[in-house]
T-cell receptor, first 112, second 114 residues
Framework: NAGVTQTPKFQVLKTGQSMTLQCAQD?????MSWYRQDPGMGLRLIHY???????DQGEVPNGYNVSRSTTEDFPLRLLSAAPSQTSVYFC???????????FGQGTRLTVV | QKEVEQDPGPLSVPEGAIVSLNCTYS??????FMWYRQYSRKGPELLMY????GNKEDGRFTAQVDKSSKYISLFIRDSQPSDSATYLC??????????????FGTGTLLAVQP
């Protein structure tokens, strides 16, 4: 029972490159979300999904895309990386209607 | 103004001290109040959860919610070096099905010195 698994753990990108951050869960939770964590800013919601085929924007969605084709997977795509996207990214899952979020270990992304 | 305000610290205390961590918020619709603990280079983990106003105790940890003042607190008694971490408050409302959408404070970095 792995919980929430994020890959990769570390990544360095050049400005303008694209990449996908992977998130997989085996908890059978309907709700999945992506946050970014920056010093002095806390965790900010990027995108979220309430189930397969349904996604919506959070507080800071610009520059990111998501899709949800299965309950288990919720990838986050950076379309054209910018230095402002240097951050630690966390994926989280929750039972729909619940408040206890289970987080992955995070992906540390640096854009140069 | 942010919806949730939290002093980032850092807060350094000696082992055995009582620690008080606080958050204020502006959205009166918040009904669910949580404290997450985050160790260095790890994901946050739920520590305490309170619905609406009142107190909740779990071992050395006590969470308090004062909705009239829009103020929540986490108290740690007999603090230990293993309590050294970042503590994040989080809140959500059930308005429009937003229970799952957690709004986080910036986190307070706590160091307990042996």
């Amino acid at each position: 029972n792995a919980g929430v698994t994020q890959t990769p753990k570390f990544q360095v990108l050049k400005t303008g490159q694209s990449m996908t951050l992977q998130c997989a869960q085996d908890m059978n939770h309907e709700y999945m979300s992506w946050y970014r964590q920056d010093p002095g800013m806390g965790l900010r919601l990027i995108h979220y999904s309430v189930g397969a085929g349904i996604t919506d924007q959070g507080e800071v969605p610009n520059g990111y895309n998501v899709s949800r084709s299965t309950t288990e997977d919720f990838p986050l795509r950076l379309l054209s990386a910018a230095p402002s996207q240097t951050s630690v990214y966390f994926c989280a899952t929750t039972v729909l209607g619940g408040t206890e979020a289970f987080f992955g270990q995070g992906t540390r992304l640096t854009v140069v | 103004q942010k919806e949730v305000e939290q002093d980032p610290g850092p807060l350094s205390v000696p082992e055995g001290a009582i620690v008080s961590l606080n958050c204020t918020y502006s959205n009166s619709a918040f009904q669910y109040f949580m404290w997450y603990r985050q160790y260095s280079r790890k994901g946050p983990e739920l520590l305490m959860y309170t619905y609406s106003s009142g107190n909740k105790e779990d071992g050395r940890f006590t969470a308090q919610v004062d909705k009239s003042s829009k103020y929540i607190s986490l108290f740690i008694r007999d603090s230990q070096p293993s309590d050294s971490a970042t503590y994040l408050c989080a809140m959500s409302s059930n308005y429009g099905g937003a229970t799952n959408k957690l709004i986080f404070g910036t986190g307070t970095l706590l160091a307990v010195q042996p």
